[in-house]
């Protein structure tokens, strides 16, 4: 099983910065993408950001120029740098980990963390 650990969240006024990170334990094999994923409040959670082992990446639209996310195989910890955070941000956000043979959304996850952006 791998267990994932989120930390990094916080209240951080509209324009600033966060960086999240996730590290990740136990039985790794084959779970060669990681990422994050936010749920506001009463909405549907949604992918924000993946990463390959081999440093591909992707980003949802909302969050393109403004966040990037990044990982350390060795340490086997993704990270997250929110830049120009803005009020709409503010979600828990999740630590997802799994093997590129299953779909985006599913395999293991974090108990999340929270992002609070203020106007």
């Known amino acids: 099983q791998v267990q994932l650990v989120e930390s990094g969240g916080g209240l951080v006024q509209a324009g600033g910065s966060l960086r999240l990170s996730c590290a990740a334990s136990?039985?790794?094999?084959?779970?060669?993408?990681m990422g994050w994923y936010r749920q506001a409040t009463g909405k549907q959670r949604e992918l924000v950001a993946d990463?390959?082992?081999?440093?591909?990446?992707n980003y949802a639209d909302s969050v393109k120029g403004r966040f990037a996310i990044s990982r350390d195989n060795a340490k086997n910890t993704v990270y997250l740098q929110m830049n120009s955070l803005k009020p709409e941000d503010t979600a828990v956000y999740y630590c997802?980990?799994?093997?590129?043979?299953?779909?985006?959304?599913?395999?293991?996850w974090g108990q999340g963390t929270q992002v609070t952006v203020s106007s």
């Open positions: 997802n980990s799994r093997s590129v043979f299953i779909s985006r959304g599913s395999g293991s």
């Open positions: 136990g039985s790794i094999f084959r779970h060669n993408v």
């Open positions: 990463i390959t082992s081999g440093y591909s990446t």
